[in-house]
């Protein structure tokens, strides 16, 4: 009801702001308020979303844990409630009479009871809060938290048309594309993911024949993605004039398409030619490109999920106050996890998995033996290698020394201190609402609860980390399911930023295993190469990882170069 009212309401206001106001409302005023209408419409399905992860993996014994499992609790026991009244409601019996007052006095109680817990989470854990109940910012609120280099582009795509705004720190735009509805936008993503995540793009000689080896070729529709370009990016693009940074917030089919495959000039040549390819201008060589789950996001990640109150931005309220420790003693450059003893034939072309369903044993562990058969990675070994090989004070466990008792145990203390935190193995998708995602490790000889191989979802949000930056370098990390409209951030993902991290690197598919060993490793080059204080340093860097992959002919497809997203804060 309240996403049904918000995107109605977002929707009215958007007609109202394009037109003569009727009352003393200035246009600039109707903007503001869609703007916040807007969010609201986006958030309360994330929002949802997170409480449900959440509750999944907190503690029972700290006093969060058992107000998230509360608020899990009577989050279940309201929607029962409702489904209950409906169902009286549709009789006029005298016994359905009572039966719905008494189920009425239950829904006042369990939700006055959520409402109260509520505030008790945002009173003592703001941080927190924040992430999982995520409130509409203001267009001041939003400039304010924005840096000088940096724009904000929040997408709403509707059933009838897609909404866009244009946010800087001193001017907004926004616009209408009726002809990018919710069904023509899951149309047009569908389109460009199937030759993403099912072909390479081009035939011959120059094409990496290691990734999607054998099946029918399809090219990336270049006239599709420049449609998208110019329907949702374009009509506002003037507002962000010299700007080098841009945070997207994007809501459905976009989910599971990085907007750095969006073409910004129109195609020339053949789609399944390289050199067409190599001409191609995309929206990555415009911006450095991060992505937000809610415009919210800014707030809980430069107001409260802080290092230290020098880091807070100016935009924040005086009150906000940090959850996270005033500093980290003895700070690790990097810790990292990956190639897997495995006893699957190397798969020469990605990383791709079957789903958490497949490899779950009879319980809640995962079957030792499924994990054992998948795939080795032979690229995974080198990234690690050169990783460490550049950051020689690390922590870097590879093949037997990567497992989920040293990620949960023995390396925990490392992991609390690390700048840079990568996992470099299978990533497994989420089957059934019981089948979480996560990433595979070293098998154990036998599964046990504190090691099966298999680092879920609900086990990683238990990592105690104040990184900077946390690398999935694995296959489908960004979404559960791969599907245009399906939820935007995985369980997965979401689970390292309760964990600590402040930004994630996460891919959209199944990526190819040596293009992605060279990603990731010119991303940390450049990282390495510019300034800590550069207030777009992550961003910049998958930037200049992606411009090395695509210098390599072979490698010139977006399903080489564009898998990877950056999600929380750029610099």
Same mark, same amino acid.
């Given at each position: 009801?309240?996403?049904?009212?918000?995107?109605?309401?977002?929707?009215?206001?958007?007609?109202?702001?394009?037109?003569?106001?009727?009352?003393?409302?200035?246009?600039?005023?109707?903007?503001?308020?869609?703007? %916040?209408?807007? /969010?609201?419409?986006?958030?309360?399905?994330? &929002? !949802?979303?997170? =409480? $449900?992860?959440? +509750? *999944?993996? @907190?503690?029972?014994?700290?006093?969060?844990?058992?107000?998230?499992?509360?608020?899990?609790?009577?989050?279940?026991?309201?929607?029962?409630?409702?489904? %209950?009244?409906? /169902?009286?409601?549709?009789?006029?019996?005298? &016994? !359905?009479?009572? =039966? $719905?007052?008494? +189920? *009425?006095? @239950?829904?006042?109680?369990?939700?006055?009871?959520?409402?109260?817990?509520?505030?008790?989470?945002?009173?003592?854990?703001?941080?927190?809060?924040?992430?999982?109940?995520?409130?509409?910012?203001?267009?001041?609120?939003?400039?304010?938290?924005?840096?000088?280099?940096?724009?904000?582009?929040?997408?709403?795509?509707?059933?009838?048309?897609?909404?866009?705004?244009?946010?800087?720190?001193?001017?907004?735009?926004?616009?209408?594309?009726?002809?990018?509805?919710?069904?023509?936008?899951?149309?047009?993503?569908?389109?460009?993911?199937?030759?993403?995540?099912?072909?390479?793009?081009?035939?011959?000689?120059?094409?990496?024949?290691?990734?999607?080896?054998?099946?029918?070729?399809?090219?990336?529709?270049?006239?599709?993605?420049?449609?998208?370009?110019?329907?949702?990016?374009?009509?506002?693009?003037?507002?962000?004039?010299?700007?080098?940074?841009?945070?997207?917030?994007?809501?459905?089919?976009?989910?599971?398409?990085?907007?750095?495959?969006?073409?910004?000039?129109?195609?020339?040549?053949?789609?399944?030619?390289?050199?067409?390819?190599?001409?191609?201008?995309?929206?990555?060589?415009?911006?450095?490109?991060?992505?937000?789950?809610?415009?919210?996001?800014?707030?809980?990640?430069?107001?409260?999920?802080?290092?230290?109150?020098?880091?807070?931005?100016?935009?924040?309220?005086?009150?906000?106050?940090?959850?996270?420790?005033?500093?980290?003693?003895?700070?690790?450059?990097?810790?990292?996890?990956?190639?897997?003893?495995?006893?699957?034939?190397?798969?020469?072309?990605?990383?791709?998995?079957?789903?958490?369903?497949?490899?779950?044993?009879?319980?809640?562990?995962?079957?030792?033996?499924?994990?054992?058969?998948?795939?080795?990675?032979?690229?995974?070994?080198?990234?690690?290698?050169?990783?460490?090989?550049?950051?020689?004070?690390?922590?870097?466990?590879?093949?037997?020394?990567?497992?989920?008792?040293?990620?949960?145990?023995?390396?925990?203390?490392?992991?609390?201190?690390?700048?840079?935190?990568?996992?470099?193995?299978?990533?497994?998708?989420?089957?059934?609402?019981?089948?979480?995602?996560?990433?595979?490790?070293?098998?154990?000889?036998?599964?046990?609860?504190?090691?099966?191989?298999?680092?879920?979802?609900?086990?990683?949000?238990?990592?105690?980390?104040?990184?900077?930056?946390?690398?999935?370098?694995?296959?489908?990390?960004?979404?559960?399911?791969?599907?245009?409209?399906?939820?935007?951030?995985?369980?997965?993902?979401?689970?390292?930023?309760?964990?600590?991290?402040?930004?994630?690197?996460?891919?959209?598919?199944?990526?190819?295993?040596?293009?992605?060993?060279?990603?990731?490793?010119?991303?940390?080059?450049?990282?390495?190469?510019?300034?800590?204080?550069?207030?777009?340093?992550?961003?910049?860097?998958?930037?200049?990882?992606?411009?090395?992959?695509?210098?390599?002919?072979?490698?010139?497809?977006?399903?080489?170069?564009?898998?990877?997203?950056?999600?929380?804060?750029?610099?």
């Amino acid at each position: 009801m309240k996403r049904l009212t918000a995107a109605v309401l977002a929707a009215g206001l958007l007609g109202l702001a394009g037109a003569a106001p009727a009352s003393p409302d200035t246009p600039e005023a109707l903007r503001a308020e869609a703007f %916040e209408a807007a /969010q609201w419409a986006i958030a309360s399905e994330a &929002a !949802d979303a997170l =409480a $449900r992860v959440s +509750a *999944r993996f @907190a503690q029972g014994d700290d006093e969060l844990g058992l107000l998230a499992e509360e608020r899990e609790r009577l989050i279940v026991e309201r929607d029962r409630l409702e489904r %209950e009244l409906e /169902q009286h409601y549709a009789s006029a019996d005298d &016994a !359905d009479l009572q =039966a $719905r007052i008494r +189920a *009425r006095m @239950a829904w006042e109680a369990a939700d006055g009871r959520l409402k109260s817990v509520d505030s008790e989470i945002e009173t003592r854990f703001p941080a927190w809060a924040e992430l999982t109940s995520p409130r509409a910012l203001s267009v001041r609120e939003t400039q304010g938290l924005l840096k000088a280099d940096e724009g904000l582009l929040l997408v709403m795509v509707n059933p009838e048309a897609t909404y866009v705004w244009g946010v800087t720190r001193d001017r907004i735009a926004w616009a209408r594309a009726e002809d990018l509805g919710a069904e023509a936008m899951t149309e047009a993503v569908s389109i460009l993911r199937a030759s993403l995540t099912a072909t390479p793009a081009a035939r011959g000689p120059d094409v990496d024949p290691l990734i999607f080896a054998g099946r029918r070729a399809a090219p990336f529709d270049r006239a599709v993605s420049h449609r998208l370009y110019t329907g949702i990016v374009k009509p506002v693009e003037q507002v962000f004039t010299g700007k080098s940074t841009l945070i997207t917030v994007v809501t459905g089919a976009l989910t599971t398409l990085p907007l750095a495959v969006l073409s910004t000039n129109a195609p020339t040549g053949r789609d399944d030619a390289v050199d067409a390819l190599d001409d191609t201008e995309w929206l990555m060589d415009r911006y450095a490109l991060a992505t937000l789950p809610a415009v919210s996001s800014l707030k809980a990640l430069r107001c409260h999920l802080v290092v230290t109150p020098a880091d807070r931005s100016p935009g924040c309220p005086p009150a906000a106050a940090t959850g996270r420790p005033e500093r980290v003693a003895d700070r690790l450059p990097l810790v990292a996890f990956g190639a897997p003893v495995l006893t699957g034939a190397p798969d020469e072309g990605g990383r791709g998995s079957p789903s958490a369903d497949q490899v779950m044993g009879t319980g809640r562990l995962a079957d030792v033996s499924k994990l054992k058969a998948l795939p080795y990675l032979r690229g995974s070994r080198l990234e690690l290698e050169t990783l460490k090989s550049r950051y020689p004070d690390s922590v870097v466990r590879i093949g037997p020394e990567a497992t989920e008792r040293s990620v949960r145990a023995l390396d925990a203390p490392a992991l609390e201190r690390a700048r840079f935190v990568v996992f470099s193995t299978h990533g497994l998708m989420a089957g059934s609402a019981a089948s979480e995602p996560g990433l595979v490790l070293t098998p154990p000889d036998e599964a046990t609860e504190a090691d099966d191989g298999y680092l879920s979802a609900s086990e990683a949000a238990q990592l105690k980390l104040n990184a900077e930056f946390v690398v999935l370098s694995a296959c489908n990390t960004a979404a559960s399911d791969g599907r245009p409209g399906g939820e935007g951030l995985s369980g997965l993902a979401r689970a390292f930023f309760y964990a600590g991290a402040r930004s994630m690197m996460v891919s959209h598919w199944e990526v190819s295993d040596a293009a992605t060993t060279k990603l990731i490793t010119e991303t940390f080059a450049s990282l390495d190469a510019r300034q800590a204080t550069d207030p777009g340093v992550r961003a910049r860097a998958l930037q200049a990882g992606m411009r090395a992959v695509r210098a390599e002919r072979r490698w010139s497809h977006p399903a080489y170069w564009a898998a990877f997203t950056l999600v929380g804060e750029p610099g």
